[in-house]
C-alpha cells in the first residue's frame, strides 16, 4: 500500500471512528433515549437523520477534496519543486486543524440544517408530536456533538498525519538535500490544545445530561420549569469554572517545562553552553531535562575540542609560515600577542579578540605563495622583488577563500588583506586610508611594524624598543591610526620598556655583587 493510499484510508477510518462515537452514539443516544414519543415516530425521525448524515457526508467529502488537492499533487507528478514540497508539507500539518473547520462547518451545517429543516416540516404536518422549542435544544445538542467529534478526529489526525510527514521530508532530503521543517512555527498552541480539550471533557456530559433532563421531564411546566434549569445553570456555571481551572492549571503545568527549554535552546543556538536547565520537575520532563543537560554537556565538551583544534590549527599555519624563514621565526606569534594587546587597551569584545588573535597569526599566510629567492633573499630587494612582496595580502586572502566552510574564515579576510594598507593612502594592496581600513588591519598593521622593527634580519639587526617607539610616534595619523599608535607606544612604554630597564639594573647589580 502506498503512502497516500494509507493516508487517505487512516483519514476515513478516523472519520468513521469519530462520527459513530459522536454522531451515531452520543447523538442518536441522546434523541432516542430522551424522547417519549410512539415508535413510529422514532423511525421517521431516523429517517431525518439518515437523510441529513447523507447531505453531510457529501459536503464533507467536497471540502476533504480541495484539501487534498497539494497532496495529491505529489503522487500525480514525476518531479516537483521544493516550493510544491514545502507547500504539501504544511498541507499536511495542518489537516487536523483542516478537520475541525470541516467538522463545525459542512459536518456540522450540513447535518443540522437539514435536520432541523425536516423536523420543522414532519412537526407541522403532525408526523412527530414533539414540541418545536425541541429545535433548539438539538442546536444545541448538535454543537456540542460537533465539540466532541472535532475534539477526537483532531488527534487522532495527528497520529495519521505522521508517515505522510515523514515521507516529504525524506523527498526533500533525497532530491534537493533539505531537511524541511516548519522552522519553529506554530500551528497550534499546547495551551489552547489542553484548554479546549479538558474544557470539553469536563463540560460536556453536563450540557448533555441537562439537556436530556429537560427533555426527559418534558411534564414540567411554569415554575417547574424555571426551578429545573435554575438548578441546572449552577450547576453548569460551576462545571464550567471548575474545568476552565482545571484547563487553565493543566496547560501552565505543561507549558512552563516547555517555556524554559525553548528558552534555552534560544541561547545553545547562539553558542551559550553554560546555562542548565532546573531539573524541577517530578513527570516525564524530569526525563526530558536530564537529557537535554547531558545534551548540554556533550556540546560544550565538543565545542571546547573543536575550539582548541582550531586554534592548534591557526598555530600551525602559522608555525609552517615562520619556518620558510629561520630569521623571522615567531613572527606571527608575537604580531598576534601585540594585536591582542592593542585590541583590549581599545576595548575590543571577547569574540572580536579572538577574530583577532586568528587574522594576526595568519596576516602574511600569503608569503607561502612567494618563491624563496625573493622572500629569503638577505640583500635589499629590487623593486619587481618588492612588487612580488607586495602581493602577499591578496595571496593570503585567496588562499583563506579556498578554506571550507568559507564562513569560518569570512571574518579574517578583511584584515589579511589590509594589514599593510597605510592611513595616509599610501599603503597596499588597495590604498585604502583612514577608517575606511578595516579595523582588523589597523591594528596588525601597528603590530606588524612594530616586531619588524624590533627583529633581527640577515641583514640588519634589529632596533630598539625606544627607536621602534620614536619611529611609531613620529608615523602616528600617517602611515598608522593615531588613536591605536598611541594607545600601544603607551602600553610599551610602560611595560616591555620598564621591564627591560629592571632587568637591566638587576644584571648590573648581580655583575657588582660578583665583583
Keep these: 500500500m502506498s503512502v497516500y493510499s494509507k493516508f487517505i484510508r487512516d483519514l476515513f477510518l478516523n472519520y468513521i471512528l469519530g462520527s459513530t462515537i459522536a454522531v451515531l452514539g452520543v447523538g442518536s443516544l441522546f434523541i432516542f433515549s430522551s424522547l ?98 425541541y429545535m433548539g435544544l438539538a442546536a444545541v445538542g448538535a454543537l456540542l456533538v460537533a465539540s466532541l467529534h472535532a475534539m477526537i478526529e483532531f488527534f487522532l489526525n495527528v497520529q495519521a498525519i505522521r508517515p505522510m510527514l515523514s515521507y516529504i521530508h525524506r523527498m526533500a532530503e533525497d532530491k534537493f538535500d533539505v531537511a524541511i521543517s516548519l522552522d519553529g512555527r506554530v500551528l497550534v498552541s499546547i495551551q489552547k490544545k489542553f484548554q479546549l480539550s479538558a474544557f470539553l471533557i469536563g463540560t460536556f456530559p453536563m450540557f448533555l445530561f441537562a439537556l436530556a433532563g429537560q427533555i426527559r421531564l418534558n411534564n414540567l ?180 577563500l579556498q578554506i571550507e566552510p568559507a564562513e569560518a574564515m569570512a571574518d579574517l579576510l578583511p584584515g589579511v588583506r589590509s594589514h599593510h594598507e597605510q592611513y595616509n593612502g599610501r599603503g597596499y594592496p588597495d590604498g585604502l586610508s583612514g577608517e575606511n581600513i578595516p579595523y582588523m588591519g589597523r591594528v596588525i598593521a601597528i603590530a606588524d611594524a612594530f616586531d619588524a622593527m624590533t627583529s633581527d634580519r640577515p641583514y640588519r639587526k634589529g632596533m630598539s624598543m625606544e627607536k621602534a617607539i620614536s619611529i611609531l610616534e613620529s608615523g602616528k595619523g600617517e602611515q598608522w591610526d593615531p588613536l591605536l599608535t598611541g594607545l600601544f607606544v603607551e602600553w610599551v612604554k610602560t611595560n616591555l620598556i620598564m621591564e627591560l630597564d629592571r632587568g637591566q639594573d638587576e644584571l648590573d647589580l648581580g655583575k657588582k655583587e660578583l665583583a
Design 36 to 133: 417519549q414519543i410512539p415508535s413510529v415516530e422514532i423511525w421517521r425521525l431516523a429517517g431525518i437523520l439518515f437523510s441529513s448524515l447523507l447531505i453531510m457526508v457529501t459536503c464533507e467529502l467536497l471540502i476533504l477534496y480541495r484539501h487534498l488537492t497539494p497532496i495529491r499533487a505529489l503522487f500525480q507528478k514525476e518531479h516537483h519543486t521544493l516550493e510544491e514540497l514545502q507547500a504539501s508539507y504544511l498541507q499536511v500539518h495542518r489537516f487536523p486543524l483542516l478537520a475541525v473547520k470541516r467538522i463545525f462547518g459542512p459536518h456540522l451545517l450540513g447535518l443540522s440544517v437539514p435536520a432541523m429543516s425536516l423536523a420543522y416540516i414532519f412537526i407541522r404536518l403532525e408526523w412527530i408530536s414533539i414540541p418545536y422549542y
Design 221 to 400: 411546566s411554569g415554575e417547574n420549569s424555571m426551578e429545573y434549569w435554575k438548578w441546572a445553570a449552577i450547576i453548569l456555571v460551576t462545571g464550567i469554572a471548575f474545568s476552565s481551572l482545571g484547563a487553565w492549571l493543566l496547560s501552565r503545568d505543561i507549558q512552563t517545562p516547555i517555556r524554559t527549554l525553548y528558552e534555552l535552546m534560544g541561547g545553545v543556538q547562539e553558542g551559550n553552553f553554560t546555562k542548565r536547565a532546573p531539573d524541577l520537575y517530578s513527570d516525564e520532563f524530569s526525563k526530558l531535562v536530564s537529557g537535554f543537560n547531558h545534551m548540554l554537556e556533550g556540546l560544550k565538551t565538543r565545542e571546547k575540542l573543536n575550539g582548541q583544534l582550531l586554534q592548534s590549527y591557526f598555530t600551525t599555519l602559522a608555525a609552517a609560515l615562520d619556518a620558510r624563514d629561520t630569521y623571522t621565526a615567531g613572527h606571527s606569534e608575537r604580531v598576534a600577542r601585540y594585536s591582542v594587546q592593542i585590541g583590549m587597551l581599545a576595548g575590543m569584545n571577547r569574540v572580536d579578540l579572538d577574530i583577532l588573535q586568528k587574522t594576526a597569526l595568519l596576516h602574511d599566510i600569503g608569503k607561502i605563495g612567494v618563491r624563496d629567492a625573493v622572500l629569503l633573499k638577505e640583500g635589499k630587494l629590487t623593486d619587481e622583488e618588492f612588487d612580488v612582496i607586495k602581493l602577499h595580502p591578496v595571496l593570503g586572502e585567496k588562499i583563506l
